[in-house]
């Protein structure tokens, strides 16, 4: 069965970066789009970046632009948040997703399949 594997995660200062990582299996991704998303304490779901499997096409939220990159590595499978100039605000738990016949990548409800998710904690 599919399977993502978070990890990456832990606890920087602000300004600090972390590199998460989502190890995948299971099935071919190919035509896929994967995620990440992250919840915050109390908070709702935020969508921060996907991915196309195929084409290596992206998406930012508008909040991580400039500071988040996706990427991928095909022969791994495996996707990676790089973040950069962590603020406080960014703690919350990361989780990667993939999905099959996206069209925008920003609604958790386009993904079918999740990870167990990873803690960041960002300190001022």
């Known amino acids: 069965q599919v399977q993502l594997v978070e990890s990456g995660g832990g606890w920087v200062q602000a300004g600090g970066s972390l590199r998460l990582s989502c190890a995948a299996s299971?099935?071919?991704?190919?035509?896929?789009?994967m995620g990440w998303f992250r919840q915050g304490p109390g908070q709702e779901g935020e969508f921060q970046a996907r991915?196309?499997?195929?084409?290596?096409?992206?998406k930012y939220a508008d909040s991580v632009k400039g500071r988040f990159t996706i990427s991928r590595d095909n022969a791994k499978k495996t996707v990676y948040l790089q973040m950069n100039s962590l603020k406080p605000e960014d703690t919350a738990v990361y989780y990667c997703?993939?999905?099959?016949?996206?069209?925008?990548?920003?609604?958790?409800?386009?993904?079918?399949?999740w990870g167990q998710g990873t803690q960041v904690t960002v300190s001022s």
């Open positions: 997703a993939a999905g099959a016949g996206i069209l925008s990548g920003r609604n958790a409800n386009e993904y079918g399949y």
């Open positions: 299971g099935r071919s991704f190919v035509g896929y789009a």
């Open positions: 991915i196309c499997w195929t084409s290596g096409s992206t």
